[in-house]
């Protein structure tokens, strides 16, 4: 294949392999790491940020497989690979045999009181399609439907939210009470006591 590139797409090629070494090849099918140059972007797709081994779908410049020229997610949950950048409904809400058995486990072992848990579904405001999506203030990262999030407490009523999602790694809410020792509010950036 390199022999159909010109000298300067094998120098970009080249360019590409040392900036981020995993994703040298010119495949469609992409996975985000810390060189990737769109790492620090949003998609264009759906609005959220790009995290650490998302799988993205790529489509490249005029030249053909050398210079991306966007990329997208891969994953149903954000819609941006169907083009409506809209959740997947099936995330609306839990299978009720699903909710069921949670119930059931919550009875025999109630979650803590606090944090106050909250699963945003794919209709919850906080992950509703919108031009800027709500971010977490701790990972910079954007709120995801299926995600557990702790939703400030604050007097003000800011409605922000926080992750705290140990099945996805995700455990910034943990972070922020390690740092602060108190919820600090994303808005007004004062402490609220629990
Ligand atoms: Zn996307
Ligand atoms: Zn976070
Ligand atoms: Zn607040």
């Not at 005029?62 to 409904?89: F, P, W």
Request: glycine residues 6%; aromatic residues 4%.
């Amino acid at each position: 294949m390199e022999s159909e590139l010109s000298a300067l797409e094998r120098f970009d090629a080249a360019v590409i392999r040392g900036e981020d070494p995993v994703n040298a090849e010119g495949t469609a099918v992409k996975v985000t790491t810390v060189d990737s140059e769109w790492a620090m972007r949003s998609c264009r797709g759906c609005g959220h940020t790009f995290r650490l081994e998302d799988v993205v779908q790529a489509t490249y410049d005029a030249s053909g497989k050398v210079r991306v020229r966007e990329v997208r997610h891969t994953d149903s949950v954000l819609g941006c690979a169907s083009g409506t950048g809209q959740a997947d409904a099936v995330l609306a809400e839990p299978d009720p045999m699903v909710q069921r058995f949670q119930a059931a486990a919550d009875a025999v072992d109630p979650p803590p009181a606090f944090p106050v848990l909250t699963r945003l579904t794919a209709t919850h405001p906080l992950v509703a399609d919108k031009p800027t999506r709500d971010q977490c203030p701790e990972c910079t990262s954007t709120l995801r439907p299926g995600e557990m999030v702790v939703i400030c407490p604050c007097d003000k009523g800011c409605q922000r939210a926080i992750h705290q999602d140990a099945s996805r790694g995700l455990t910034c809410f943990d972070g922020m009470l390690a740092q602060h020792k108190r919820i600090i509010c994303p808005m007004t950036k004062q402490p609220k006591d629990a």
